[in-house]
């Protein structure tokens, strides 16, 4: 399974970005797909993650402000980010979880300043 991440970047306090990540390989239906994240310095943090039905959860701190979507016909995962801030600053990774088997993007850097 390889996960591929793209559109992370600089962006305004305020301002908005999308993620997105598609997974290929072979992947079991079921499936678990979410973003992390981590800071300089910080531990590796869930940021959202979806369900392949469709139950999400977020991280207190993003709620609200950020929104995960998927296209299972796609393998893709989305992570709509509004109202960015200089704190959401990180790398952010792309995660599969399935089978008890957790597979990883290589990042993708969210730099939020002004």
């Known amino acids: 399974v390889q996960l591929v991440e793209s559109g992370g970047g600089l962006v305004q306090p305020g301002g908005s970005l999308r993620l997105s990540c598609a997974a290929s390989?072979?992947?079991?239906?079921?499936?678990?797909m979410g973003w992390y994240r981590q800071a300089p310095g910080k531990e590796r943090e869930l940021v959202a993650r979806?369900?392949?039905?469709?139950?999400?959860n977020y991280e207190d701190s993003v709620k609200g402000r950020f929104s995960i979507a998927r296209d299972n016909a796609k393998n893709t995962v989305y992570l709509q980010m509004n109202s960015l801030k200089p704190e959401d600053t990180a790398v952010y990774y792309c995660?599969?979880?399935?089978?008890?088997?957790?597979?990883w993007g290589k990042g993708t850097l969210v730099t939020v300043s002004s």
């Open positions: 979806i369900t392949s039905i469709g139950f999400t």
């Open positions: 390989g072979s992947i079991f239906s079921m499936n678990v």
């Open positions: 995660n599969l979880h399935t089978r008890d088997m957790n597979y």
